[in-house]
């Protein structure tokens, strides 16, 4: 969620289209008055939802980890029953072939390499583009929360790469995804926020921007080795 503000705050044309996105699915209590967010709503805007993948793409660190349950052969490599294998989720993640764009390369933050625009006619018979999330069949080269410890054999191998991480991956992943998208969205629609530039954690002036602390590789989500200073007022 973090590297989701830090991201919207350091480009303020991708800040207000995000709000303007939240915004729209806002709706008013007929019997309080009160302003409140449509939870169904929000989880399918497509802007915010691919800020939220491209940080976890960004900004995750894992090795996904596998033990041969019998003997086999990967990739040209014998392996003897019991091999563990580990994968850095960075070689998956920054793969030029599977995330690069036309001037966007996979390790360039870029909600939009996840959105797609399609054509949609109204009542009126007028035709317009809409944008829509997608992963494109990228699901497998995306692994964004924990996986515990899998025997793996060949059926297994199959099913886990069909699915981008298999039956073991953290079972609250749904639930962290609504959390943190939720927490994003409250943010960006109730404050005004402004970069004012960035720090290192002694609270003096940085020379470059905030990147993943390489201290915590492979540690899930990386936090940013410094820091970012903004001003901020709450709207409503």
Request: with cysteine; net charge negative.
């Amino acid at each position: 969620m973090a590297w989701c503000l830090i991201e919207l705050f350091r480009n303020p044309d991708l800040l207000e289209r995000v709000r303007a996105e939240v915004l729209s699915v806002y709706e008013t209590d007929p019997v309080t008055g009160e302003r409140l967010i449509n939870l169904e709503k929000m989880l399918v805007l497509p802007l915010l939802q691919a800020v939220y993948v491209e940080s976890l793409r960004m900004h995750v660190s894992m090795n996904v980890t596998r033990e041969a349950a019998e003997p086999m052969t990967l990739d040209g490599y014998v392996l003897e029953k019991g091999a563990i294998l580990q994968a850095p989720t960075e070689i998956s993640h920054y793969s030029e072939e599977t995330w690069g764009a036309p001037g966007h390369p996979a390790t360039e933050f870029w909600p939009e390499r996840h959105i797609r625009h399609v054509e949609t006619t109204d009542d009126t018979g007028n035709t317009r583009r809409i944008p829509q999330f997608t992963m494109a069949g990228r699901t497998n080269d995306l692994f964004p929360f924990g996986l515990s410890h899998l025997l793996l054999d060949y059926d297994m191998m199959l099913m886990s790469e069909s699915i981008g991480g298999g039956i073991p991956v953290c079972p609250g992943r749904f639930f962290a995804k609504q959390e943190m998208m939720l927490a994003v969205a409250l943010v960006v629609a109730r404050f005004e926020v402004e970069f004012v530039g960035w720090i290192n954690h002694d609270g003096t002036p940085s020379d470059r921007p905030a990147q993943n602390d390489a201290h915590w590789s492979g540690g899930a989500s990386v936090p940013p080795d410094r820091d970012m200073s903004v001003r901020w007022k709450r709207l409503w």
